[in-house]
């Protein structure tokens, strides 16, 4: 179960890597809380959103388990992100995540992801 979500997630950021809502809204609940930068909103919005991300590319760092049950994993890592062009300034850098996935009639998705970033330097 653990590492299906930690699998799932990965796919949801090469999802926004490609810019691509569909994969994205597989992954992620139509309502699910997206608090990304200070700025919250659903995760249908968020899917219409990452069309216009400029990320040239991810890694994540020191994922881990913050929680398990049968229906519901909680993750958090740390993500450093790099942009294409200064327009997304704001999305590069390194960011504490935190993501919530619930198992529902068997299915896995995203129903809650928060970022901050961390200040280097």
């Known amino acids: ?16 890597l490609r810019r691509d809502g569909d994969a994205f809204r597989r992954l ?4 699910a809380v997206m608090i990304c930068g200070g700025y919250r909103c659903c995760g249908s919005e968020y899917a219409e959103m990452i069309a216009d991300f400029s990320i040239s ?3 994540i760092e020191r994922m881990e388990v913050v929680s398990a049950s049968g229906d519901e994993v909680i993750l958090h890592y740390l993500l450093r992100v790099a942009v294409d062009n200064s327009r997304d300034a704001d999305l590069a850098g390194l960011f504490h995540v935190v993501s919530v996935w619930k198992c529902t009639g068997g299915s896995w998705n995203l129903i809650l992801n928060m970022d901050a970033r961390i200040v280097e330097g």
């Open 1 to 16: 179960m653990e590492q299906t979500v930690i699998g799932l997630e990965r796919e949801m950021w090469e999802a926004v």
């Open 28 to 31: 992620v609940s139509p309502n």
């Open 57 to 59: 590319e991810y890694t």
